[in-house]
């Protein structure tokens, strides 16, 4: 599925439900981001129920969505907090109001499913962890770069067979398209407000490295950021990067920015590159450079069986989803942990705290 930027990415699946109809209930607040669509999208693909939907600025989205999946829109947040059958509010608030509206949710009894990136300071992150001890619910987060990507997940399902050995290496490259920058909310040109580039689209590098090298922790060796293009906007980074080494020897070096050519027919031409002991993983996710049309979620796997070009859209599925649901029915930590998710918010904001700015 492609899009023309990022900020609309909204992939859809074939439905594969783990739950019955009502069994499973699910609201949407602050639809701040397009992102949202593709949350609500996994979660009702994997049978969730959407009964609430509640965005009073912005009325005509948070309507469709309510008429697309005959959910309510109600006068108020409150009346989605004090509903007992709402286990979970998905939301992509502005990334600074993102910790503020999950801890409310969670301390109202709902677990929480926000976009990335999902807190923006290191303070956000101490009271989040906070309100995840205090009330037993979940800080989920939706990396979509790798939940939301067929060969992402496929290479997820690779790695943990041991089809390239142990990884060493993960190298990844995240373009976006800027588009027309009046197109774009004021809160996306303030650093308050979206946190940097590093911790914005940086959170989905870091979150594929600790996944795909097994790290429960990384150090950040260095990090940068720029702004080359756009003295219109001050407060903008246009590119930046990063190296980690993790906890068990791996390493990483991710690139983002908002360079994306207008010709090229989506957003970003998303690629990483896995390096193992015994073998190699390329993915190109949402687009094959100067091929047909149609071709994304590509896979090149080389290892001792030797050369293998896999298409694999439409193929794979996102399993996430459903695994999240069952997570949070079941007390388990399959689809990801809370751990995981808070350390890679926590890489994130160090790398963005620690960059070396390169342009005033």
């Not at 009271?127 to 987060?141: D, I, L, S």
């Not at 067929?150 to 997820?156: F, P, V, Y």
Request: charge should be negative; charged fraction near 20%; proline fraction near 5%.
């Amino acid at each position: 599925m492609a899009s023309n930027d990022g900020m609309n990415y909204a992939p859809t699946g074939k439905p594969d439900p783990v739950v019955e109809p009502g069994e499973f209930c699910f609201a949407v607040t602050a639809m701040d981001h397009g992102h949202i669509i593709g949350q609500a999208n996994g979660l009702t693909e994997a049978g969730a129920t959407l009964k609430y939907v509640f965005d009073p600025n912005h009325p005509e989205a948070a309507q469709s969505l309510a008429e697309q999946h005959n959910a309510t829109v109600p006068d108020s947040l409150q009346t989605i907090l004090d509903d007992p059958e709402v286990q979970l509010v998905a939301a992509a608030a502005i990334p600074n109001e993102r910790a503020p509206l999950g801890i409310k949710c969670m301390d109202a009894g709902k677990h929480y499913f926000t976009d990335k990136t999902p807190l923006v300071s290191l303070e956000q992150l101490e009271h989040v962890k906070a309100a995840v001890a205090r009330t037993g619910k979940k800080y989920m987060v939706y990396f979509s770069e790798r939940l939301h990507v067929e060969c992402a997940m496929h290479a997820t399902t690779l790695v943990e067979q041991g089809a390239i050995g142990k990884v060493i290496q993960v190298t990844g490259f995240g373009p976006h398209r800027l588009g027309p920058p009046e197109n774009r909310p004021d809160w996306f040109y303030k650093h308050e407000q979206y946190g940097g580039i590093l911790c914005d689209i940086g959170s989905h590098q870091i979150e594929q490295f600790l996944t795909y090298a097994g790290c429960k922790d990384a150090t950040i060796q260095a990090s940068k950021v720029a702004n080359y293009n756009h003295p219109g906007y001050p407060e903008l980074e246009d590119f930046g990067d990063c190296t980690l080494i993790g906890d068990n020897g791996a390493t990483m070096y991710f690139r983002v920015d908002w360079f994306t050519p207008d010709k090229l027919r989506t957003w970003g031409d998303g690629r990483t590159f896995i390096t193992g002991t015994e073998g190699t993983i390329e993915l190109r996710k949402y687009v094959d450079v100067a091929q047909p049309d149609h071709i994304s979620d590509v896979l090149i796997l080389v290892n001792s069986d030797g050369e293998q070009r896999m298409e694999l859209s439409g193929k794979v599925g996102f399993k996430f989803f459903g695994q999240l649901i069952r997570d949070l029915l079941d007390g388990t930590e399959n689809a990801m942990t809370q751990e995981h998710a808070l350390k890679a918010a926590e890489l994130c904001v160090r790398a963005q705290m620690q960059a070396q700015h390169l342009t005033a």
